[in-house]
């Protein structure tokens, strides 16, 4: 049976076998929790991101790729890119809900058992904040994949906590 937990704070201090990344297309780094990966991992993460972009050109909006965790309490990152919110016009439920599987799909062949996820897309990318949190629960409970017995959820900002607090008692 798969744990489900909620932590409100900081994504890079958590110790799990792999923490998400909400990257960029290019997989260099950004802003926001990308950013914070990167200052706190170190340049092995940039190293590899870039050997990543080499072989295959950075990595698609829904997709996920892994790297290690450089100075990281965890083993791996994985790096999803999420949809920018576009009013719903622009496919962005799926591509949001492809974030999650796509790592958790990663997760799985990588042997990792306990994985923790920020609230992707919800920062600069604007997605509404209700949604993108009844997306990313949903997808984790029903997604199958018996070897991860831990997810946690990391919410940096009061509002994305309650929020997740209140849906995932719901449960």
């Known amino acids: 049976m798969m744990e489900i937990r909620l932590i409100k704070g900081d994504i890079t201090k958590i110790e799990v076998d792999a923490i998400v990344n909400a990257a960029n297309t ?15 991992g170190g340049p092995q993460i940039l190293e590899e991101c870039r050997k990543i972009r080499a072989r295959q050109g950075g990595c698609k909006v ?8 450089g100075n990281l309490n965890a083993k791996f990152v994985i790096h999803t890119v999420g949809p920018r919110w576009n009013e719903g016009n622009s496919n962005e439920a799926e591509k949001l809900k492809n974030c999650y599987i796509n ?16 609230n992707i897309s919800t920062g600069i990318y604007g997605y509404p904040l209700e949604e993108a949190a009844d997306i990313a629960i949903k997808t984790v409970t029903e997604a199958d994949f018996p070897e991860i017995k831990s997810i946690t959820f990391v919410c940096f900002g009061d509002d994305n906590y309650r929020l997740y607090d209140k849906k995932i008692k719901q449960l």
């Open 103 to 118: 790592s958790l799909k990663l997760a799985s062949e990588n042997g990792i058992k306990s994985i923790a996820f920020p």
């Open 26 to 40: 290019s997989l260099l780094g950004g802003g926001g929790v990308d950013g914070a990966i990167h200052r706190v």
């Open 62 to 69: 829904g997709e996920a790729v892994i790297t290690t965790a």
